[in-house]
């Protein structure tokens, strides 16, 4: 069966420093890709997706990257994070179109 | 993208009640209708789904049903249990779109 693994859990940075969060699929090939960012009590933005190594669309011009170096791993990244980075941010995968997006558990971001 | 409107924000229901939760949209060429269930510090987790060829699908107590039509779908969960509480999303996508849009949510709260 599929499983979708982010971490860490929760992290905890200073204003200004840079930010790596890492996402694995294990049990398929060549999933779609998603990273989204909920805010404490809101709903789900997208902030990236990817259908194959390399490949990025970004859907919110921001402080944040995103990359795909293998075929089930999505990173998302920034330089110099600011205080509105904070927040839960989910990764997901679906197997293609129209098919149900399955998110990992996030990780808790907070920025002092 | 898609505007996904989904009523209402909050909801309280008294254990063994019903919970009905409704998300219209906005796209007559949407075709997938998934729902997500939410616990705190959790990601989403798929719970049911419908696809545009069905007006309804059930699995247990919960149920989804779908007017193409009105554009509008619900969620029912019948016979409420106090792990029901959670926050509901409703999301929608069309063929060949990579994409889920979201429904802002709603808190769904079962009292004992």
């Known amino acids: 069966s599929q499983t979708i693994h982010q971490w860490p859990a929760t992290l905890v940075q200073p204003v200004g420093s840079p930010l790596s969060l890492e996402c694995t699929v294990e049990?398929?090939?060549?999933?779609?890709l998603y990273w989204y960012r909920q805010a404490a009590g809101r709903g789900l933005q997208l902030l990236f997706y990817?259908?194959?190594?390399?490949?990025i669309s970004s859907e919110v011009p921001q402080n944040l990257s995103a990359s795909r170096p293998q075929d089930r791993q999505f990173i998302l990244s920034s330089k110099k994070l600011l205080l509105s980075d904070s927040g839960f941010y989910l990764c997901?995968?679906?197997?293609?179109?129209?098919?149900?997006?399955?998110f990992g558990d996030g990780t808790r971001l907070s920025i002092l | 993208g898609e505007n996904v409107e989904q009523h209402p924000s909050t909801l309280s229901v008294q254990e063994g009640d019903s919970a009905v939760i409704k998300c219209t949209y906005s796209d007559s060429a949407s075709n997938y209708f998934p729902w997500y269930k939410q616990e705190l510090g959790k990601g989403p987790q798929l719970i049911i789904d419908i696809r545009s060829n069905v007006g309804e699908k059930k699995d247990q107590r919960i149920a989804v049903t779908l007017n193409k039509t009105a554009k509008h779908f619900s969620l029912h969960i019948t016979e409420t249990q106090p792990e029901d509480s959670a926050v509901y999303f409703c999301a929608v996508t069309a063929v060949n779109d990579y994409k889920l849009s979201f429904g802002a949510g709603t808190t769904v709260t079962v009292r004992a």
């Open positions: 997901a995968w679906t197997p293609g179109f129209n098919q149900p997006q399955h």
């Open positions: 049990g398929t090939s060549n999933p779609n």
């Open positions: 990817s259908v194959g190594i390399g490949q």
